[in-house]
């Protein structure tokens, strides 16, 4: 069930970026990348949880443990919580990094001096290089 609350939501929220829904197999959904950066953004339902591929640069699992919740109010709030990271993510709020050491992502412009010791400077938001 929650593949096909993803799906809608996605959908309804995101309707001009060209998303494919898969319901039932992996990914479930998928919008194409922007610019030639990125890899497609992915997202797989894992049962309790989403996970979403941010092209090459991380991975992120949205889940809801919550015991005070059913699990259709649990699985709401994971695709609430999505929906959310996206329209931060298309706005070009969060940065994605990665090098051989790892990657991730974090609030644009939030680089502390010890992350760019390790991972250097270079940083891509969804519509291309950050800096």
Same mark, same amino acid.
């Given at each position: 069930? /929650?593949?096909?609350? /993803?799906? $809608?939501? /996605? ?7 060209? /998303? ?30 989403? $996970?979403?591929?941010? #092209? &090459?640069? $991380?991975?992120?699992? +949205?889940?809801?443990?919550?015991? #005070?919740? $059913? ?16 329209? &931060? ?6 940065? +994605? ?22 991972? #250097? ?11």
């Amino acid at each position: 069930m /929650l593949a096909e609350i /993803l799906a $809608t939501e /996605l959908a309804e929220h995101f309707p001009n970026r060209g /998303l494919r829904i898969d319901v039932g197999n992996r990914p479930t959904a998928t919008f194409p990348p922007v610019h030639p950066a990125w890899s497609p953004i992915e997202f797989c339902d894992d049962g309790e949880e989403v $996970t979403v591929h941010f #092209g &090459d640069f $991380t991975l992120v699992h +949205f889940g809801n443990y919550d015991d #005070g919740l $059913t699990p259709a109010e649990r699985e709401c709030r994971i695709v609430s919580d999505v929906v959310a990271f996206l329209h &931060d993510v298309f706005a070009d709020k969060v940065e +994605f990094y990665g090098t051989r050491f790892g990657g991730g992502c974090r609030s644009r412009g939030s680089q502390g001096k010890w992350s760019r010791r390790i991972f #250097g400077d270079q940083a891509f938001v969804w519509s291309g290089p950050a800096r």
